[in-house]
């Protein structure tokens, strides 16, 4: 399991100076809309520059007609800095396609991920918008997901391994709504713990909140990853 940290503080200053406290660590950053419409790819150099080995995963969940999905994927791709970024399963398997197919050639190209629910829902919010219950209407996106040759999802650790049984072991699942050690859910509706995490073959925790709202984020990092 890795763990994947969000950046998602008001200004690149606060973000970077997180990132210099825990250069050392095996890490994968998340930059989301915050972040990216703000400082742009300028930030995701400034944070490759103070550790190459940093990866980086870009949450900017595109959603839009298939040919302006791919041409946003191709830009990214082409930056030679993400190694993830994501899209929405239900923009549709034709879009979904459309993206792999377009960025396959790309040599090291991101790994590309499909958000199915987002954590903020309750069944009850789910269910008002696309009329079936989250668990269910989450496994059929990352089976659409699958079929469309996207290397895994963004689910709630509730849904983890129910989508691996139903697609693949090796289907990524990158889980946010994570809070190690039973912190403060915030607006979060769905969170998990690690051990849960663990149990349901998690691949990536994403955590924000606490570990940035935290007094001594180096601590908390370094205390998720030797329980992960
Ligand atoms: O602070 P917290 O740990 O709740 O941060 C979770 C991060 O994961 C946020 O950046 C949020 O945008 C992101 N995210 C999420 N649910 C998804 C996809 C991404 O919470 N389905």
């Given at each position: 399991?890795?763990?994947?940290?969000?950046?998602?503080?008001?200004?690149?200053?606060?973000?970077?100076?997180?990132?210099?406290?825990?250069?050392?660590?095996?890490?994968?950053?998340?930059?989301?809309?915050?972040?990216?419409?703000?400082?742009?790819?300028?930030?995701?150099?400034?944070?490759?520059?103070?550790?190459?080995?940093?990866?980086?995963?870009?949450?900017?969940?595109?959603?839009?007609?298939?040919?302006?999905?791919?041409?946003?994927?191709?830009?990214?791709?082409?930056?030679?800095?993400?190694?993830?970024?994501?899209?929405?399963?239900?923009?549709?398997?034709?879009?979904?396609?459309?993206?792999?197919?377009?960025?396959?050639?790309?040599?090291?190209?991101?790994?590309?991920?499909?958000?199915?629910?987002?954590?903020?829902?309750?069944?009850?919010?789910?269910?008002?918008?696309?009329?079936?219950?989250?668990?269910?209407?989450?496994?059929?996106?990352?089976?659409?997901t699958y079929n469309s040759g996207v290397?895994?999802?963004?689910?709630?650790?509730?849904?983890?391994?129910?989508?691996?049984?139903?697609?693949?072991?090796?289907?990524?699942?990158?889980?946010?709504?994570?809070?190690?050690?039973?912190?403060?859910?915030?607006?979060?509706?769905r969170v998990a713990d690690i051990p849960f995490?663990?149990?349901?073959?998690?691949?990536?925790?994403?955590?924000?909140?606490?570990?940035?709202?935290?007094?001594?984020?180096?601590?908390?990092?370094?205390?998720?990853?030797?329980?992960?």
């Amino acid at each position: 399991m890795k763990l994947c940290i969000s950046l998602d503080l008001p200004s690149a200053k606060e973000n970077l100076a997180i990132v210099k406290e825990i250069k050392d660590f095996d890490v994968w950053l998340k930059v989301g809309l915050r972040s990216y419409i703000r400082d742009g790819k300028e930030f995701l150099e400034d944070l490759k520059a103070i550790n190459p080995k940093f990866k980086i995963f870009l949450d900017l969940k595109l959603y839009d007609i298939p040919n302006t999905m791919a041409d946003a994927a191709e830009e990214i791709s082409k930056f030679g800095l993400v190694d993830i970024f994501n899209v929405h399963a239900s923009a549709g398997e034709n879009a979904m396609q459309t993206v792999m197919e377009r960025i396959k050639d790309i040599p090291n190209r991101p790994l590309v991920l499909a958000v199915t629910a987002l954590t903020s829902f309750d069944n009850e919010s789910f269910k008002a918008i696309y009329n079936e219950d989250i668990s269910t209407k989450a496994t059929k996106l990352a089976k659409d997901t699958y079929n469309s040759g996207v290397d895994g999802v963004v689910c709630s650790a509730f849904e983890s391994l129910d989508i691996k049984k139903n697609t693949s072991d090796s289907f990524i699942t990158l889980c946010p709504g994570i809070r190690p050690f039973g912190e403060d859910a915030g607006d979060q509706k769905r969170v998990a713990d690690i051990p849960f995490a663990k149990e349901n073959s998690v691949d990536f925790i994403v955590v924000g909140r606490p570990i940035y709202k935290d007094t001594n984020p180096k601590d908390v990092v370094k205390k998720i990853l030797e329980n992960i």
